[in-house]
């Protein structure tokens, strides 16, 4: 037997370098042209995750007035103040009785919180009484920074609140 027949050829199965460059370049093209739709999912989703947010607030505000049959505040701002000031933008809070603070709600990046008319930021306090009932009829838009779809939370009279989808308008 010789010694060359007992060799055998090995060849490498893989990838060239240029293979793996071409599918490289077709990802990247992909991936960028795929960026910007994926950016404005990301807003709504803030926005919508900020509304949510307000929702379980106001939801813990009129559950809570009832339960105890007293008055429940939901607050603009930052809870540090207590002075039931501020813009829904930086954050709110709850207060019951003599102003203690029940809950506070950091505000989300990039989420500005406007009225329904998207005329001005969102400034009202909204109280409740012991009955449930509302203080007044309110709405808040939560507009992303650079647009998109908004969401917002609708309260009506009775205290009851809903979340909607594209419902007002926000400012460009």
Request: glycine share 16%.
């Given at each position: 037997m010789r010694l060359g027949s007992l060799r055998r050829r090995v060849t490498f199965r893989g990838v060239t370098l240029l293979e793996l460059l071409v599918v490289l370049a077709i990802f990247a093209t992909l991936l960028a042209a795929g960026a910007p739709s994926f950016a404005g999912k990301v807003n709504e989703w803030r926005s919508r995750a900020q509304a949510l947010r307000l929702l379980s607030a106001i939801n813990l505000a009129r559950s809570r007035a009832i339960g105890q049959d007293s008055t429940v505040t939901l607050c603009p701002g930052r809870a540090e103040t207590r002075s039931c000031s501020g813009l829904y933008t930086h954050g709110f809070y709850l207060t019951g009785g003599v102003g203690n603070v029940i809950q506070h709600y950091p505000p989300r990046l990039q989420i500005a919180v406007w009225n329904?008319?998207?005329?001005?930021?969102?400034?009202?306090?909204?109280?409740?009484?012991?009955?449930?009932?509302?203080?007044?009829?309110?709405?808040w838009l939560f507009c992303p920074l650079g647009g998109g779809v908004h969401w917002a939370v609708v309260v009506n009279r009775l205290g009851r609140p809903r979340v909607v989808q594209d419902w007002g308008v926000c400012p460009p």
């Open positions: 329904s008319a998207g005329t001005r930021e969102e400034d009202r306090s909204l109280r409740w009484r012991g009955d449930g009932w509302g203080s007044r009829n309110m709405s």
